[in-house]
């Protein structure tokens, strides 16, 4: 698609500039070729793992126990895959 656009100044210096859009690149494949590209959940985090939950066990400020520890992370569920 082009668009003709007239320019002109104080000068009467007049001229017309055609715009023309470039088609759009399609989108690389995902995935490698001649596979069949599968989608999987998994579980990043737990309800007791947030901040309201951590904050209530550790007091306000929890940072030392972030730093000693990985409470934030309940190493049995994360990772596990989800339906």
Known sequence: MSRKIYVSNEANLDAS?????????PAPPMGI????????RYLSSTDKCL???LATTHGDDYAEALIN???EVDMELVGK???
């Open 17 to 25: 500039v055609i715009i023309e859009s470039l088609p759009p690149v």
């Open 33 to 40: 070729p001649g596979e069949q590209v599968s989608f999987k």
């Open 51 to 53: 901040n309201e939950p």
């Open 69 to 71: 520890g990985d409470p």
């Open 81 to 83: 895959k989800l339906q």
